[in-house]
């Protein structure tokens, strides 16, 4: 693995962090808001939305099954989510703003 962390803390943050069961994140990842927000990963998808695809199938991995691919992809989310979460979110409309939005696409509702 490259991050470095180990499996244990990686998991115990990916719970704490992720808070969106995958069947909503889903149904959150096919609507317009979601693919309104984040920078194109190159193909016309953004790289928080094509995470989202990729945190989906995470979730219905079991633990013992997970690829080191899958690990790596992990300690990324879990850093993005709180990179974007230390940057904190406006002060007003919290529920439909782009930095929502965003974390949504990485498997996090800030308002739950």
């Given at each position: 693995?490259?991050?470095?962390?180990?499996?244990?803390?990686?998991?115990?943050?990916?719970?704490?962090?992720?808070?969106?069961?995958?069947?909503?994140?889903?149904?959150?990842?096919?609507t317009d808001d979601s693919k309104s927000?984040?920078?194109?990963?190159?193909?016309?998808?953004?790289?928080?939305?094509?995470s989202g695809r990729r945190i989906v199938?995470?979730?219905?991995?079991?633990?013992?099954?997970?690829?080191?691919?899958?690990?790596?992809?992990?300690?990324?989310?879990?850093?993005?989510?709180?990179?974007?979460?230390?940057?904190?979110?406006?002060?007003?409309?919290?529920?439909?703003s782009a930095w929502r939005y965003s974390?949504?696409?990485?498997?996090?509702?800030?308002?739950?």
């Open positions: 693995m490259s991050s470095g962390k180990d499996r244990d803390v990686i998991w115990d943050e990916w719970r704490d962090h992720i808070n969106m069961a995958p069947k909503e994140l889903e149904d959150w990842l096919a927000v984040g920078a194109d990963s190159g193909n016309g998808e953004s790289v928080g939305h094509k199938d995470i979730k219905r991995t079991n633990k013992d099954d997970i690829t080191d691919d899958q690990w790596d992809h992990m300690a990324t989310v879990v850093g993005y989510i709180k990179r974007h979460l230390s940057q904190g979110g406006p002060a007003e409309d919290v529920e439909n974390l949504m696409n990485w498997g996090h509702d800030p308002l739950k």
